[in-house]
Every structure is written in C-alpha cells, then in structure tokens.
C-alpha cells in the first residue's frame, strides 16, 4: 500500500508538471514575454537608446539648440541674462534653456511672419505677424512664473507649519526640508527639494539658502531665508524662528485676504456700470417710455 501511494503522489505529480508545461508551451504570449526579458537582459546599443527617446528629444530639441545657439551669438548678453532669470522665475519649464527659448521666439516671428503675409498680403501683416510672435513666448513665460510665485506665496504659511513641528518634533533642519519634500507637493516643494540636493551635493546650507531665494523672488520666502540665515550665523534656536516666521506667514495672509476683500466693492463698480446697470434701466424705464411715446402719438 505505501509503495502504490507513492506511486500515485509520484503520477500526480507528473501529470501536473505536465499540464503546467504544456499550457506555458502553447500561451501566444509568452514567446513575447521571453522576447521582452531576454531584451531587458542584453546591453543595448546606442542606435537602441538613442531610438528609445521620444521623437522632440531625437530631433526637434537639437536642431532647436543649433538655431538658439545661433541666436545666441547675435543677442546681447544682458538680454541672455535676463532670458535666463526668467526660466528661473518660472521654474525652467520643460528644461529649457536660454538658447532653446531665444530659438522657440525666433521660429514663431518667422512663422507668424510668414503666416500674416500670406493673410494679409502687406507688409503691416508682416509686422504684425513677426511682433505677436516676438511677444507670444515672453507673455506666457511672465505669466507661468507669476502663476509660480503665487504658489509659492500661497503654500509658504503651511509649508512653515509642518517645518515647525518636524523640527519640534527633533528633527534637524535638513530632515524636516526633506518631510517637507515628502509630504508635500507644488512649487515650494520643488524648490525645497532643490535645496536639499544643494546641500547634499556639498554646497553650504547658507548658500543653498540664498539661492533658493534668488531663484523665486517671492518676497515671503526671501524673508523666510533671511530669518534661517540669520539664525544659523547666530546660534538661535530654528525652532523659534519657525513658530515666529509661520505666524508672521499666517498675519501676512490674513492681511492680503482683508485688502483683496476691501478692492472687490471698487472692481465691481464697472460692470455694475458698464453692464447691470443698462438692463436695469432698458427693464424698468421701457414700458414708461413706450406709454409716454404712444401718448404724446395721441396728443399730436
């Protein structure tokens, strides 16, 4: 009895090995999933990398450097600069760099050129084409980094709140940034986590400090940095400085909300005028002057 019981274990065994092996032999997909596995596996060459990258990467973005590069040498370097700052201010957008900015203005004035002459057929379409096309890129560059600092502005007093109790709680500086990082998302916790990278790649927290301040140009946060800085130099306990900072944050807020409350009577008072008021007027007055129209039709 135990030798035919072993035998069956034994046939069971096999027969399920069997079934297992048989159904993997005729699955459609699996000679794809090997396929994919033994690519994974292999080095790949750099034609194979290189045709791995999306097709703006592959062949728009260098012809784009070539022609801002080319830009380049025919900008004036203060104007380079002033590109440069406002990357910054918007927080680099796609990666773009100056040369790559100057090269996307330039291809729209030659093409908005180009398309209001073919509109228009004067030279004022040429003119007008090729100014919206200077114009275009920098008016939505000036409005993606105020977009951004408004963020930042924003998000500032909450951001302190949980530095302040991850530093209360024992944390270091350094450890409640990176809490900061982790549990939060937007602007700020981008530029926070730059810093971090600062000053883990060896660059002075002081430093680090600084140039995140220059970076955004928001006038809260370079406060902020000033009190940090400060403190550092000092000796003073961080803690305190953050629980006076995020209240100092807080008040600012409050006091922005009360003065934007205060301008909304003045804002309205034009569509009130220009709008409301004139259905008004057409609502209540037109059947007064229909019947004032229709008698003085009777009187003469």
């Known amino acids: 009895m135990p030798l035919i019981f072993a035998l069956l274990i034994f046939l069971s065994v096999s027969l399920l090995v ?3 092996g048989w159904q993997l032999g005729h699955d459609p997909k699996l000679g794809e999933r090997l396929e994919r596995v033994a690519r994974m596996g292999r080095p790949r060459s750099l034609r194979e990398m290189e045709m791995r990258k999306p097709f703006w990467e592959r062949v728009l973005r260098p012809q784009l450097l070539r022609f801002g590069q080319f830009l380049s040498l025919l900008s004036p370097q203060d104007y380079r600069d002033r590109v440069r700052q406002r990357l910054l201010l918007a927080g680099s957008p796609w990666n773009l760099q100056a040369s790559e900015f100057l090269a996307i203005k330039g291809s729209l004035v030659i093409g908005l050129a180009f398309l209001g002459f073919l509109l228009i057929r004067s030279i004022p379409g040429v003119i007008m084409g090729g100014l919206l096309g200077w114009l275009i890129p920098d008016f939505c560059l000036k409005a993606k980094s105020d977009r951004r600092q408004a963020q930042i502005q924003k998000s500032l007093p909450d951001t302190l709140d949980l530095l302040c109790v991850s530093v209360e709680a024992g944390l270091g500086f350094d450890a409640a940034v990176a809490k900061v990082v982790e549990k939060s998302t937007g602007a ?15 660059k002075p927290r002081r430093t680090a400090l600084k140039d995140m301040a220059h970076r955004s140009q928001v006038e809260d946060l370079g406060t902020f940095i000033a009190a940090i800085v400060q403190a550092d130099q000092l000796g003073v306990s961080i803690g305190n400085v953050l629980d006076i900072q995020s209240q100092e944050m807080r008040r600012k807020r409050r006091q922005r909300a009360e003065e934007a409350a205060m301008k909304a009577p003045i804002k309205m008072l034009f569509p009130l005028i220009f709008f409301i008021f004139p259905a008004l007027f057409v609502v209540l007055l037109g059947p007064a002057l229909i019947q004032i129209m229709e008698a003085l039709k009777g009187m003469f």
């Open 188 to 202: 700020l916790a981008e530029e926070f986590g730059r810093l971090l990278q600062e000053i883990r790649m060896g």
């Open 18 to 20: 069997l079934a297992v």
